[in-house]
């Protein structure tokens, strides 16, 4: 059984409503390139759109009706998005659940060194990289800095076309003799992802006497950059989150134009086409929630990762701000909840055809991407969802005119890997993982198509209008 090319299907109409989408998706995906920076956009596009911050709802003691729209972040890394539905909460919510963290490498929290008159700052990767794709190719460096006295500087270094970018060199082939005969994941070591960010050697003290040479150094220099642009001493990074990405903005790419090439479709591809979604959809029956969480490339692990009671909590507020306290209702809400858990899948590459069974693949340009299980070596760690739930979204999606497919990620003990569908699933709620299927997943610079961005939509918001 083979699914059918969404491609085959628009009319002038649709691809210009499609090419209207994915323009706005591919600045989105420009400008957000950490999770704060992610959050920071969602919550301007959620205001936009009338929604206002729990926070706020909350203070001004706001009971809240069926079409309100509420949003909450926390540490600026996570956030979710409800708008009320006209049925009572405890009947449960249709929820979008997207990541807005990226492989990438962090600052280490004292990054700073000279080394033979160059100057470097050292990386602790983060999350799922091949380390050697992260070498001679331009970096930017997207975070922030919390100072002593409370202020936070936001740094963004290497976007603008007149900013400098910093990168890590690599070894000229002609001297790789014996670097290239290690195993791919060796060439490149974790400790040797040194971001070059200066060369230019200066004064520190002339010469005692004539004839001798002045004290120099090229860290004089850098650190005084530091201090008269960005306000930071050293000791500043201590109390920093940096990160080192790839700079410059996404792009079409392929002669027609039907791809777009990005830093962290994984998984802000989800997170944006959900977000749309979400805004899209006014008042439903059910209560809408778009998740869009952090640290899902480490396990999503820590106060901002879909393991935290973030989720749980703001739930509960929700419900009070319905005029319902009780501990119980907060759980039936959530049980009685449906998901999709966005989360990108594995594109068939006809470049590597082996990793792949052809029957179970996700394919460019079929839409949005079912995985009834993820996990690896015989399922582990899959949330595996019931065949009931997947005739449910079956159902959805065909009557809404959605283009799906389903897939898993490889052929059986090729490898595998996991979301946060388990995270939700332990709450008892259904939840299937759903996604848009990329190219070079992990990789500095990852693909997408822009049919499967366009149907992805077109499935959430009908997820989310289902009664
Ligand atoms: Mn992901
Ligand atoms: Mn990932």
């Not at 100057?119 to 602790?124: K, N, P, S």
């Not at 010469?207 to 004290?215: E, F």
């Not at 858990?341 to 394919?363: L, M, Q, R």
């Amino acid at each position: 059984m083979e699914r059918k090319n969404a491609w085959l299907s628009y009319d002038k109409k649709q691809k210009k409503e499609l090419t209207a989408l994915c323009e706005n998706y591919r600045k989105f995906l420009s400008a957000g390139k950490t999770e704060r920076e992610c959050v920071e956009l969602a919550v301007a596009e959620a205001e936009k759109a009338g929604y206002i911050s729990l926070e706020a709802a909350v203070a001004a003691g706001r009971k809240l009706q069926p079409g309100d729209k509420v949003y909450a972040t926390i540490m600026g890394k996570s956030m979710a998005l409800f708008t009320i539905g006209t049925e009572p909460l405890e009947k449960g919510m249709n929820i979008l659940g997207a990541h807005i963290d990226s492989p990438r490498l962090d600052l280490k929290q004292n990054p700073l060194y000279e080394d033979t008159d160059q100057v470097l700052l050292d990386t602790h990767y983060y999350g799922g990289i091949k380390k050697y794709q992260w070498v001679a190719l331009p970096l930017a460096l997207h975070g922030v800095v919390a100072k002593k006295d409370g202020s936070v500087v936001k740094v963004c270094i290497g976007e603008d076309p007149k900013d400098p970018v910093v990168g890590i060199t690599d070894l000229l082939p002609h001297l790789a003799a014996s670097q290239m005969s290690k195993p791919a994941g060796k060439i490149v070591e974790g400790e040797d992802l040194n971001v070059l960010i200066g060369s230019e050697k200066v004064v520190e003290e002339k010469a005692k006497k004539p004839g001798d040479d002045p004290k120099a150094s090229v860290m004089k220099n850098i650190k005084a950059i530091l201090k008269d642009k960005y306000g930071i001493e050293e000791e500043d990074f201590i109390s920093a989150e940096i990160e080192v990405v790839p700079a410059g903005p996404a792009r079409d790419f392929g002669l027609d134009r039907s791809m777009i090439l990005g830093y962290g479709h994984d998984d802000r591809i989800c997170a944006y086409t959900s977000l749309v979604a979400m805004l899209n959809v006014p008042a439903p029956k059910r209560t809408s929630c778009c998740l869009l969480v952090d640290k899902e490339e480490i396990g999503s692990v820590g106060a901002t990762g879909m393991q935290s009671l973030f989720f749980e909590n703001t739930v509960a507020e929700i419900l009070a701000l319905c005029g319902e306290t009780s501990g119980l209702a907060v759980r039936r809400a959530i049980a009685n909840s449906r998901m999709l858990s966005s989360d990108v899948s594995a594109a068939f590459d006809p470049n590597y055809p082996g990793v792949n069974e052809k029957k179970n693949t996700a394919y460019f340009g079929r839409g949005l991407v079912f995985n009834k299980y993820t996990g690896s070596r015989g399922k582990g760690g899959s949330n595996d969802c019931s065949a009931e739930y997947m005739a449910y979204v079956r159902r959805v999606m065909d009557d809404a005119g959605v283009f799906w497919q389903t897939a898993e990620l490889g052929k059986v003990d090729e490898g595998g890997g996991g979301t946060i569908a388990y995270i939700a699933g332990n709450y008892g709620m259904n939840v299937v993982d759903a996604g848009i299927a990329v190219l070079s997943m992990h990789s500095p610079w990852d693909l997408a198509s822009k049919a499967d961005i366009f149907e992805a939509v077109k499935g959430y918001e009908a997820f989310l209008k289902a009664e």
